[in-house]
C-alpha cells in the first residue's frame, strides 16, 4: 500500500512538473507576440522568426551539453533515463529547458529591428550552451563559482529565478545593446530621443497576458512538487502571490505613468505588469498577498523610471524595454526577498547579483564581439531602412498594408 502512495505521489509530481513546463513554453508565445506589437510592421516577420528559432536552438543546445553543464546526466541527456527521487528525471529537463528559452528570449526583443538575423542565432547557441548553463549551476546546481566560493554559503536566494533567469537575460541583452548601438532615427544630432512606436499594440497586450498566465507555470512549478498537502498548499499561495504582484505592477505604471506624463500609457501598463510578475520570481513562496501586491507596485514604478532613464539618460536603445523589466526590475526582485524571508540577507542577494551580472555581461560581451569582427553583428542602412524582414526573411508579416 505504501509503495503504490508512493508510486501515485510520483506520477503526480512528475504530471504536475510537466503541464507547469508547458505553461512556460506558452510564455514564448507571449514573448512573440508582445515583441512583434512593438516593433515596426516592417520588422515583425523577422522577429516572430527569431522567437519561434530562439526556442528550437535553446531545447536543442540544452539537451546536447547545456543540461550537463547545469545540472549533470552526461551530454544528449545520456545519463537522465530511469527514476528521479520523487518525479521524473525527464520531465526536470523539460521544465529546466523553457527556463533556457525564456531568458534567451529577453535578448530577442532588446536587440530588435536592426540585427542580423543568424548573429543573433549564433549567439543563442552560445548562450543556451554555456553562458546561461554555466551560472545556473553555481546557483540552483549548487556548485562553486569556478572553484573560488559558493553562492550557498551566503545564502542567495532566488525562488524561480529574478536573477538567474531575467537578469541574466538582460544582462546579455545589455552587452548586446551596447555593441549594437541604437536604431537609426532613435535619437537626433542633439541626442534628444525620438519615440518609435510599435506597429500593433492589440497583440503587445494580448502578448502581455499570455505572458501573465504562462508566469503561473514559471513560479508555480518551482515548487516543484503537488503530491502532498504541503506542496498543494504552497503552490496555491504562488500562484497568488505571482497574481497579486501582476496586478500591483500594472495598477502602480499606470497611475505613475498618468501622474508623470499626463496621460495613461499603454505601453508603460503592459510592462508594469511584467515588472510585477518578475519582482515577485525571486520570492513568491513567503510573502502575504499584499506584501506581494506592494513588492509588485514598486516594480511598476521602477521600471517607468528605469525606461525613461536608459534611454534619455544613457541612450540605450531598448525597442520592447526589456532591459529594465528584467534586468532592473529583476535585481529589485532579488533585493525583495529579504523583506519577508528572515533566512535571506540583503548581502547574499547582492553578492548573487554581482555575480550573476558579471559573468553573463562579460562573456556575452565577449561572444557579441567575436560574433561581429567574423560575421557582422548589424544590417547595412538601407535594410534597415527598408526593414529586415525583407533583408533577413524576404517576406512581409502584412504585405497588404505595404505600398510600391
Given amino acids: ?54 526556442f528550437a536552438i535553446a531545447c536543442t543546445m540544452y539537451m546536447v551539453y547545456g543540461y550537463d553543464l547545469m545540472y549533470g546526466g552526461g551530454a544528449f541527456l545520456s545519463g537522465i533515463s530511469g527514476q528521479g527521487e520523487t518525479y521524473s528525471n525527464a520531465s526536470d529537463f523539460y ?16 536587440v530588435a529591428e536592426r540585427m542580423k538575423l543568424f548573429t543573433f542565432f549564433a549567439f543563442a547557441v552560445i548562450f543556451t550552451t554555456i553562458i546561461y ?19 550557498g554559503d551566503f545564502g542567495f536566494y532566488d525562488f524561480a529565478g529574478s536573477g538567474i533567469v531575467h537578469m541574466a537575460g538582460a544582462a546579455a541583452a545589455i552587452a548586446g545593446v551596447m555593441i549594437l548601438g541604437p536604431r537609426k532615427g532613435k535619437y537626433d544630432k542633439d541626442g534628444n530621443s525620438k519615440p518609435i512606436l510599435g506597429a500593433n499594440l492589440p497583440l503587445a497586450t494580448l502578448g502581455t497576458f499570455i505572458l501573465w498566465l504562462g508566469w503561473f507555470g514559471f513560479n508555480g512549478g518551482s515548487v516543484l512538487a503537488m503530491a502532498s498537502k504541503e506542496s498543494a498548499d504552497a503552490v496555491a499561495m504562488v500562484f497568488v502571490n505571482t497574481n497579486a504582484a501582476a496586478a500591483g505592477g500594472v495598477i502602480a505604471a499606470l497611475v505613475f505613468a498618468k501622474l508623470w506624463f499626463g496621460k495613461a500609457d499603454l505601453t508603460m501598463t503592459l510592462n508594469g505588469a511584467l515588472a510585477g510578475l518578475v519582482a515577485i520570481t525571486a520570492g513568491p513562496d513567503t510573502p502575504s498577498a499584499f506584501a506581494a501586491a506592494l513588492i509588485g507596485a514598486v516594480g511598476g514604478v521602477i521600471v517607468v523610471m528605469s525606461i525613461v532613464w536608459l534611454d ?50 562579460v562573456a556575452s560581451m565577449l561572444v557579441w564581439l567575436a560574433l561581429k569582427a567574423l560575421i557582422g553583428i548589424r544590417v547595412s542602412d538601407d535594410e534597415e531602412e527598408s526593414g529586415v524582414d525583407i533583408s533577413e526573411c524576404g517576406m512581409e508579416a502584412y504585405p497588404e498594408f505595404v505600398t510600391k
Fill in 1 to 54: 500500500m505504501e509503495n503504490q502512495i508512493l508510486e501515485l505521489q510520483y506520477a503526480i509530481d512528475t504530471f504536475y512538473f510537466l503541464v507547469m513546463g508547458a505553461l512556460v513554453m506558452w510564455m514564448a508565445a507571449g514573448f512573440s507576440m508582445l515583441e512583434a506589437g512593438l516593433v515596426r510592421s516592417k520588422n515583425t516577420a523577422e522577429i516572430l522568426t527569431k522567437n519561434i528559432g530562439l
Fill in 312 to 361: 534619455r539618460k544613457l541612450k540605450i536603445d531598448d525597442p520592447v524595454g526589456a532591459i529594465s523589466v528584467h534586468g532592473v526590475v529583476g535585481l529589485w526582485g532579488l533585493l525583495a526577498v529579504p523583506l519577508t524571508n528572515a533566512d535571506v540577507s540583503f548581502s547574499g542577494q547582492l553578492v548573487g547579483a554581482l555575480t550573476i551580472f558579471v559573468w553573463v555581461f
Fill in 133 to 151: 548553463p554555466l551560472e545556473g549551476s553555481w546557483t540552483w546546481g549548487g556548485n562553486d563559482v569556478f572553484g573560488l566560493y559558493n553562492l
Fill in 95 to 110: 521544465f529546466q529547458v523553457v527556463f533556457v528559452a525564456t531568458a534567451m528570449s529577453i535578448v530577442s526583443g532588446a
